[in-house]
């Protein structure tokens, strides 16, 4: 089974600073198969990135994904207002299915 | 567009059976590639991956949950249901079930819905 170590726990930024967070896997993980979802309080996961580089739709383009192998990484060129919340970096294998990282919480400094 | 919605009991009882349903709209589960899955979250803590089912009725499983999960779907009343037996403490979580375009990754999620395991 493939873990998901998201680093760090936590990312104290302000407005307009630039966001960069990790995520490694104990195993290869095939591209295509990892994905970023943003969750903000007592609301639903959100759909950031697929394929580990694709927006998914209405994502705005400040919102980056890159990465390969072992070493992911999700970075919000500007954070806004609206994206301080928790992100969890996701991944599609044989089994389980689906494995999530624990997330990172970004919060204002 | 894309919508689903959970619905099920909000409090159940140790060693109790918990069905849930997720009712979507917007698609066909009968679409070559997709799938419905159900997630969990325990209060404050991380999304973990329950179950999901294909277009073509292939069904998977979490490893560690799988002698206490079923996932089945009704594709002419668009609505998928998950079963959990022996239900206990460590089960309250809110459950969301999610859309997939191709299994691997949910694009469209519900609202989710809170389950709370106390006698």
């Known amino acids: 089974e493939i873990v998901l170590t998201q680093s760090p726990g936590t990312l104290s930024l302000s407005p307009g600073e630039r966001a960069t967070l990790s995520c490694r896997a104990s195993?290869?993980?095939?591209?295509?198969?990892l994905a970023w979802y943003q969750q903000k309080p007592g609301q639903a996961p959100r759909l950031l990135i697929y394929?580990?580089?694709s927006r998914a739709t209405g994502i705005p383009d400040r919102f980056s994904g890159s990465g390969s192998g072992t070493d992911f990484t999700l970075t919000i060129s500007r954070l806004e207002p609206e994206d301080f919340a928790v992100y969890y970096c996701?991944?599609?294998?044989?089994?389980?299915?689906?494995?999530f990282g624990q997330g990172t919480k970004v919060e204002i400094k | 567009q894309i919508t689903l919605k959970e619905s099920g009991p909000t409090l159940v009882k140790p060693t109790q059976t918990l069905t849930l349903t997720c009712t979507f709209s917007g698609f066909s589960l009968s679409t070559s590639g997709v799938g419905v899955g159900w997630i969990r979250q325990p209060p404050g803590k991380a999304l973990e991956w329950l179950a999901l089912i294909y277009w073509d009725d292939d069904k998977r499983y979490s490893p560690s949950l799988k002698s206490r999960l079923t996932i089945t779907k009704d594709t002419s009343k668009k609505q998928v249901v998950l079963t959990m037996t022996n239900m206990d403490p460590v089960d309250t979580a809110t459950y969301y079930c999610?859309?997939?375009?191709?299994?691997?990754?949910?694009?469209?999620w519900g609202q989710g819905t809170l389950v709370t395991v106390s006698s």
């Open positions: 394929g580990a580089s």
């Open positions: 195993q290869s993980v095939s591209s295509s198969f």
């Open positions: 999610a859309h997939s375009a191709d299994g691997s990754s949910g694009d469209y």
């Open positions: 996701q991944q599609f294998g044989s089994s389980p299915l689906w494995t």
